[in-house]
């Protein structure tokens, strides 16, 4: 690959070759760090396959000890499923509006704090910086920007519901029963085992296209806010096989999250409810 670089880096004055070259050997590192998740994502998928090493390095060109290095270094592929791009993230909450005598105010509620929170410890451990953006009534979100999360059911995000309706497998719906989550190729309904006295619920994680088209968001949300917390939990428990299983792809699936009860409730399991299908 052929890098051009400009006759002012060359032959300009001192302060302008010294910003050119700043900037070019930015994009060079870029490209470089891109490149090597690349790389590095398509070793582990050939080892994944059931090739040695030894053959893999035969296949590619390169060192076995090389290989033993590129797998074992660097940043873990499966960040992508939070980061595409590696960046800061951006986890947005839907909020009601909750009236403190005249005062209204935008609250959250405590498994959508906790879904947060475990979230961040995640993206921590990725390195990735992490902040929340707590969206007031109506909802209206911004959802043209990388690297995002969303909580939040579609009754309080109703930009994300609009979205979320070009599924083609997963969706919410409602009827005079409540609301439930339905499967789309099939029709059957997931009704949360919670509106029955059951200390679990129900929810739907998504990789959705953002309205611009040009990138995608992170969604999650559950028919109560328990099921929000497990989404949540899900993800951070399942991050490389979420990502293994989808890379880049638009995706969706429905969870059951199961808590102890009571008003300090948490999530003690997570499972899968329906097949994580991607388009």
Known sequence: ??????????????????????QLIDQVAAVSGELSHLRREAIEELIGQGNSKATVARMVGLDPSRITRIVGSGVPPERALLSPDGGPVTVALGSKEHAV????SD???????????????????????????????????????????????PKV????????????????????????????????EYRSPQDSGETADYGYIGRLSRPDGHGTFLYGAGLHAAGTNGVAQHIVNNIPDLYSATRNRLFSMLIKATHNGGRERSITTTETLSALRTR
């Open 157 to 188: 995000l109703p930009t994300v519901g609009q979205i979320l309706a070009s599924d083609p497998n997963y969706g919410f719906a409602s009827d005079e029963q409540g609301r439930f989550l339905v499967d789309k190729t099939t029709g059957q």
């Open 101 to 104: 005598g005249d005062d209204p």
């Open 1 to 22: 690959m052929e890098i051009n670089i400009p006759d002012e880096a060359r032959n300009g004055a001192p302060e302008d070759r010294a910003t050119l070259a700043g």
């Open 107 to 153: 609250m959250i509620s405590r498994d959508v704090s906790q879904a947060f929170n475990a979230l961040r410890q995640a993206l921590e451990r990725y390195g990735l910086d992490c902040t929340d953006e707590i969206v007031p009534a109506p909802g209206l979100i911004e959802l043209n920007r990388p690297n995002l999360v969303v909580l939040g059911s």
